[in-house]
Nanobody
Framework: QVQLVESGGGLAQPGGSLRLSCAASGFTVSTYAMSWARQAPGKGLEWVSGIWSDGSDTYYADSVKGRFIISRDNAKNTLYLQMNSLKPEDTALYFC?????????????WGQGTQVTVSS
């Protein structure tokens, strides 16, 4: 069955970096568009970044553009999110998700999430 397992979260200082991983099983990530989304305490789900199935284009929310990089390792069937220049407002539970639909913001499967806390 389809599974997505995120890892790599933790505590980082403002200005620091973290790399999140999302290991997929039950399907091949290179045949689907994939996204990262996050949910901060008391807030709704926020789309963060997405990549099309052929890897031709990547997209970012304005709040993370220029700081985060989404990528994919097809051989490892894994999605990544490199997060640089972290800010306290990046604190959230981060999910990877398999995309259905045309806008990278509709999902049929997602993982349990990995917590990112940015604090000094």
């Amino acid at each position: 069955q389809v599974q997505l397992v995120e890892s790599g979260g933790g505590l980082a200082q403002p200005g620091g970096s973290l790399r999140l991983s999302c290991a997929a099983s039950g399907f091949t990530v290179s045949t689907y568009a994939m996204s990262w989304a996050r949910q901060a305490p008391g807030k709704g789900l926020e789309w963060v970044s997405g990549i099309w199935s052929d890897g031709s284009d990547t997209y970012y929310a304005d709040s993370v553009k220029g700081r985060f990089i989404i990528s994919r390792d097809n051989a490892k069937n894994t999605l990544y999110l490199q997060m640089n220049s972290l800010k306290p407002e990046d604190t959230a539970l981060y999910f990877c998700a398999r995309v259905v639909g045309p806008d990278l913001k509709e999902y049929d499967y997602w993982g349990q999430g990995t917590q990112v806390t940015v604090s000094s």
